[in-house]
T-cell receptor, first 114, second 113 residues
């Protein structure tokens, strides 16, 4: 069955340090992968997506993600964290198992400490 | 300003009442979605519609109903049959197709009182 796992409920990073938010997936066929961010009591905002091509995808607000087919992962990264990056981050995948509907991870709370 | 508008932002429902959440988009998107968000559970799909006058049940459709009479509008009714309706509800839309990202409204927080 198609699934997305975000193994960390919360990630704590000091401001200025690099950050990584992990995501692994299970899907038949080619995966279409997405990252979104959610600020408190707000809707989700799209950050970036991987469809095909270069494994390193760049997105909004300085975020990037690396697609690793052998490890079935799509980790979100940023070289230097800002306090304003503190939010809830969701990974999602589309695959043919679910008729290409988005399947969501449970979310990872990112806390950036000054 | 293009986007998705959900209203109201906060909604209170008494036991046994039906309530309707509004979702309007001016992005000219064919596909629209309703999700429910509970703490620690990510997003769960309630209903989706890929074209006017057609919609499909998602993973947790019981106790909910929708309509799609216009491309721009996809209202969600939370009926009295939904036993635990207190949650954050998110509406989204997208261009049809597997490769496209979804755009979200700001959400409606429904509380049963």
């Amino acid at each position: 069955a198609q699934s997305v796992a975000q193994p960390e409920d919360q990630v704590n990073v000091a401001e200025g340090n690099p950050l990584t938010v992990k995501c692994t997936y299970s899907v038949s066929g080619n995966p279409y992968l997405f990252w979104y961010v959610q600020y408190p009591n707000r809707g989700l905002q799209f950050l970036l997506k991987y469809i095909t091509g270069d494994n390193l995808v760049k997105g909004s607000y300085g975020f990037e993600a690396e697609f690793n087919k052998s490890q079935t992962s799509f980790h979100l990264k940023k070289p230097s964290a800002l306090v304003s990056d503190s939010a809830l981050y969701f990974c999602a995948v589309r695959g043919m198992d679910s008729n290409y509907q988005l399947i969501w991870g449970a979310g990872t709370k990112l806390i950036i400490k000054p | 300003d293009g986007g998705i508008t959900q209203s109201p932002k906060y909604l209170f429902r008494k036991e046994g009442q039906n309530v309707t959440l509004s979702c309007e988009q001016n992005l000219n998107h064919d596909a629209m979605y309703w999700y429910r968000q509970d703490p620690g559970q990510g997003l769960r799909l309630i209903y989706y519609s890929q074209i006017v006058n057609d919609f499909q049940k998602g993973d947790i459709a019981e106790g909910y109903s929708v309509s799609r009479e216009k491309k721009e509008s996809f209202p969600l009714t939370v009926t009295s049959a939904q036993k635990n309706p207190t949650a954050f509800y998110l509406c989204a839309s997208s261009i049809s197709g597997a490769l496209t990202e979804a755009f979200f409204g700001q959400g409606t927080r429904l509380t049963v009182v």
